[in-house]
């Protein structure tokens, strides 16, 4: 089932390993992002000036693990939990528009999607840096 999409990673791998490899070549690379969580806040549309509206919202997701002795079914330790906090945007006009009138506070919601790093200048004349999803897809 793996066989031939591993082989082909690793012929890649040699190519791109040997010395006399042409350095104009296309390496493939992959930025995926898969979230399942609960819906922040209400989703709010913004549009830029001569740019293309984006709906915003914030998901949240968490991770849980025990602490101390305990195996898997055990109920022996702490359980800690972590809440991490996602901003996720919304460009597909088709994609953004439903997202702004049908995900809702609250909303269990699974995102898929790229992870981008960029910069911006805030009403201070500050720039500041933002980490965002950007979903490519997303279920309710």
């Known amino acids: 089932m793996f066989q031939r999409p591993v082989l082909r990673v690793l012929r890649q791998f040699a190519r791109c390993q040997s010395s006399d490899a042409p350095s104009h070549i296309l390496e493939r690379s992959l930025n995926k992002v898969q979230l399942l969580g609960r819906v922040g806040q209400d ?20 991770e849980l693990w025990r602490s101390g002795e305990s195996e898997v079914f055990q109920t022996a330790g702490d359980v800690n939990q ?19 009138q049908h995900v809702k506070k609250g ?34």
């Open 43 to 62: 989703p709010v549309m913004r549009q830029a000036d001569g740019k293309n509206p984006v709906t915003i919202f914030s998901l949240a997701t968490n």
């Open 107 to 140: 909303a269990r919601l699974f995102v898929e999607g790229k992870i981008d790093y960029g910069e911006y200048t805030d009403k201070n004349n500050v720039r500041r840096q933002a980490t965002t999803i950007i979903a490519g897809n997303y279920l309710l």
């Open 82 to 100: 972590k809440t991490t906090w996602h901003r996720v945007s919304v460009f597909r006009p088709g994609l953004r528009d439903v997202a702004y």
